[in-house]
């Protein structure tokens, strides 16, 4: 018990202080020689309004001094993976394989069957590997030959109904 709340405390520590990261799941383990933090079974984790949903989830510490995880350097969410990212005054909600997030450049990746849509703007992007960037609000999508970018968006053409 008392590792769980070192790792959830230190998990935190990449947000502001006033903000909580919480996850919720059937399992937990933990690792303190790999620096890996593994939970699985219907995996809710929230911080402030964002939200990370899946049946896995993997989160990669940086060793201390002492061999001891601290500082969380990725987390890997998998099996039915989808989230909800609020930045820059947009509402991100997406989902895919594999949902990747680096708290350091403070960016998601979302990996095979990617789909987000922005709630704001009511675009929609479609494609096998895309990237968010939570400090600047841009986005990235690759598409493969058999599956290329989809991108959709509503366009007023001025007239009224």
């Known amino acids: 018990m008392k590792f769980l709340l070192t790792v959830l405390l230190s998990s935190s520590m990449l947000f502001a ?3 909580k990261l919480i996850i919720d799941a059937k ?6 020689a790999k620096g890996i933090t593994v939970f699985t079974g ?15 989830l993997e989160i990669f510490m ?23 990212i609020h930045t820059n005054g947009k509402i991100y909600k997406g989902k895919g394989n594999k949902i990747i997030y680096d708290p350091k450049k403070q960016e998601y990746t979302v990996i095979g069957n990617g789909y987000i849509k922005e709630e704001v703007e ?8 895309i990237y968010i ?12 030959s058999s599956k290329p970018v989809r991108f959709i968006i509503n366009i007023d053409n001025g007239e009224k109904k």
Do not use: C, M
């Open 42 to 56: 219907n995996v809710k984790l929230k911080k402030a309004k964002d939200k990370l949903n899946s049946q896995k």
């Open 122 to 129: 009511h675009r929609e992007l479609f494609g096998e590997t």
């Open 17 to 19: 202080a006033s903000e």
């Open 62 to 84: 940086k060793k201390n001094s002492k061999g001891k995880a601290k500082e969380p350097l990725k987390y890997i969410a998998t099996g039915n993976a989808d989230f909800e």
């Open 133 to 144: 960037n939570q400090v600047t609000g841009n986005a990235k999508v690759k598409g493969t």
């Open 27 to 32: 399992n937990f383990e933990t690792n303190d």
